[in-house]
């Protein structure tokens, strides 16, 4: 169940200057292409588990790297409140509460260690030969 088409138009975020943007297309479009590339659609957004399913290393490590700095992103929960993005809902990326608009929020500067670090991720599973 290719989804070439979701994953091109969410990698493009990368090129619209807003690293929120950029970090959340691309994480997108790497659960996209891992779900593609699993024998059967998982359910969720844990894109963590789907890299740990391939068994790389490599992956392994960027994975554990990305919860570390997914974790240290404050958003705004479904109640309104204030809470750390849960690695697994990756999704709660979209309601980051910026330093721009929160004191003590995140900053672009580590929304972009996330897009490098999802980057690097991209990188590998092209070298695996994963659809990305």
Not at 30 to 53: F, I, M, N, Q, R
Not at 67 to 80: K, Q
């Amino acid at each position: 169940m290719p989804h070439a088409m979701n994953r091109k138009a969410f990698l493009s975020a990368k090129n619209s200057g807003e690293p929120l943007m950029a970090a959340y297309g691309q994480l997108v479009a790497t659960e996209l292409a891992l779900k593609d590339h699993s024998a059967v659609w998982p359910k969720g957004h844990d894109v963590l588990k789907l890299l740990d399913d391939l068994n790389d290393p490599g992956l392994t490590s960027l994975g554990a790297l990305l919860r570390t700095e997914l974790s240290a992103v404050p958003c705004t929960t479904i109640a309104g409140g204030a809470a750390m993005v849960r690695p697994e809902r990756y999704p709660e990326l979209r309601y980051t509460q910026h330093q721009n608009d929160h004191p003590g929020g995140t900053t672009d500067a580590h929304l972009l260690k996330i897009v490098q670090i999802v980057e690097e991720m991209i990188i590998q599973l092209r070298n695996r030969g994963v659809a990305i």
